[in-house]
């Protein structure tokens, strides 16, 4: 499984918002991000990721987040 970073829109609000999903390829991240989104938001780009992208505050859609922070 790869990481892809998802971007998706409102349709009416034109909010922007994006997480990060594993799948095996771009076409199986879009249609689990469309499957876990409510009505009215829209899929806009899949990009592929890395894990290192990922933030304590990044949102993961099928996968925990279990990045952390330590201060040295």
């Known amino acids: ?3 892809y970073q998802v971007y998706w829109r ?3 609000t ?3 918002n994006h997480g990060y999903v594993k799948a095996e390829n771009e076409n ?3 249609d689990i991000t469309m499957g876990k989104l409510q009505r009215g938001w829209t899929v ?3 990009y592929p990721a ?3 992208q990922i933030t ?3 949102l993961t859609l099928n996968f925990i ?3 952390d922070y330590t201060l040295f």
């Open 1 to 3: 499984m790869k990481i």
């Open 10 to 12: 409102h349709k009416k």
């Open 14 to 16: 034109r909010e922007v």
């Open 28 to 30: 199986q991240a879009y």
């Open 44 to 46: 806009t780009a899949v």
């Open 50 to 52: 890395t894990e290192n």
């Open 56 to 58: 304590p505050q990044s």
């Open 65 to 67: 987040n279990t990045t």
